[in-house]
């Protein structure tokens, strides 16, 4: 599809170089198509780029997810700790 637009933009350009007449309904073809697909490439980019965001977000929630538990982890660690010791100087 690119190879062809691209294609299509250089005929348009030698055309425009040349000034044929009736050639312009052509050009005016493929500028429309043209417009066509940056819009197509655009609302693609944005689609991704709001993906992207999305994923971002979402590793930084997994993130403060795993801050959290490690946080009780060691929280978990200390009364064991603490237990372990109080049984200790019990016996």
């Not at 197509?40 to 590793?59: A, D, F, L, P, W």
Request: aromatic letters at 4%; hydrophobic letters at 30%; glycine letters at 2%.
């Amino acid at each position: 599809m690119e190879t062809d637009l691209a294609r299509q933009l250089q005929q348009l350009e030698l055309n425009n170089k040349d000034h044929q007449p009736g050639m312009c309904d052509i050009d005016d073809t493929i500028l429309q198509q043209l417009k066509e697909y940056k819009q197509k490439t655009n609302s693609m980019n944005y689609h991704i780029k709001e993906e992207h965001v999305y994923i971002r977000e979402q590793k930084k929630i997994l993130q403060l997810q795993l801050t959290i538990k490690k946080e009780d982890q060691i929280t978990i660690r200390k009364i064991v700790h603490l237990l372990e010791s109080c049984t200790n100087k019990k016996k």
